[in-house]
């Protein structure tokens, strides 16, 4: 661009205004000034064989959540503090929420997390309650 910028072409999908971007050109990552909206598609409609995430809590428990340091092969500023997960944990866990890309690294969709946490979150309060009951009933001997 003259500025030393790098530009990528932008496509427009004028059947519903949506824009696309080729980042072939700025490297395996795009950053962006200002806020960044955006919602994945979640209606059932769009969605066959939909069942619940079964012994949650126990996939839980086998991924780690960990701070650590940015190191001088990642895209981020070499030595920048940060929170996250371990991809190759996940995949052992949720693979369909890992890619591998194009150069081998991998990657997390961590929104998809979520729903791993909710039913995590269900499987523990019915434990809880079970215990509250079983509390309960102890305490009217």
Partial sequence: ???GGVVAPKFTDYNNGAFYLDPANTSTSLNVAGDVVAYAS???RFKNNVTP???ALDKLSKIGGYTFEWNEISHKETGKKDVGVI???IEEILPEIVQTRSNGYKAVDYQKLT???IESVKEQQFIIDDL???IER???I
């Fill in 42 to 44: 979640s209606d059932i």
């Fill in 53 to 55: 995430i079964t012994n």
């Fill in 138 to 140: 102890l305490e009217k």
């Fill in 1 to 3: 661009t003259g500025s």
């Fill in 87 to 89: 991809a190759q944990e």
């Fill in 132 to 134: 509250k009951s079983r």
């Fill in 115 to 117: 729903a791993l946490l």
